[in-house]
C-alpha cells in the first residue's frame, strides 16, 4: 500500500513559479513509477507528467513541455514538480499518482488505471 500526500500548491501570478510535492509511504516507492495529473473546474483530468522508477526517464505533456520539470528523491521518499513561467490556464488541482513499472511505462506514454492517488493540492495563476 502506498500513500501520497501533496503540498505546495498556492496562488501565483502568471509568469511565477511553484515547486509541489509528493512526499510517500511505503517501502516500495522507490519501485514505482510517480506522475502528476491535473483537474480544472469543470474539465477532465489530465496527465502532466510521469517519470520512472529510477528517475532516468521522464514524459511530459505538450501543454507543459519545457516549462514543467519532473523529478524524484528516492531517499526522501518524494517526487517534484517544478513549474516555471505559469499560465492561467494551469490553474487546476494537481494529483500525484503512483504504480508499478507494469501498469505505468513511462517511456511509451501509457498507462492503465493507477491504483494509488493523493488527496490533491490547488494551483492558481493570475493573469
Request: glycine share 12%; with cysteine.
Amino acid at each position: 500500500q502506498v500513500q501520497l500526500v501533496e503540498s505546495g500548491g498556492g496562488l501565483v501570478q502568471a509568469g511565477g513559479s511553484l515547486r509541489l510535492s509528493c512526499a510517500a509511504s511505503g517501502r516500495t516507492f522507490s519501485s514505482y513509477a510517480m506522475g502528476w495529473f491535473r483537474q480544472a473546474t469543470g474539465k477532465e483530468r489530465e496527465f502532466v507528467a510521469a517519470i520512472g522508477w529510477s528517475g532516468a526517464i521522464t514524459y511530459y505533456a505538450d501543454s507543459v513541455k519545457g516549462r514543467f520539470t519532473i523529478s524524484r528523491d528516492n531517499a526522501k521518499n518524494t517526487v517534484y514538480l517544478q513549474m516555471n513561467s505559469l499560465k492561467p490556464e494551469d490553474t487546476a488541482v494537481y494529483y500525484c499518482a503512483a504504480d508499478n513499472a507494469m501498469t505505468m511505462d513511462v517511456g511509451s506514454g501509457s498507462w492503465g488505471e493507477l491504483r494509488y492517488w493523493g488527496q490533491g493540492t490547488q494551483v492558481t495563476v493570475s493573469s
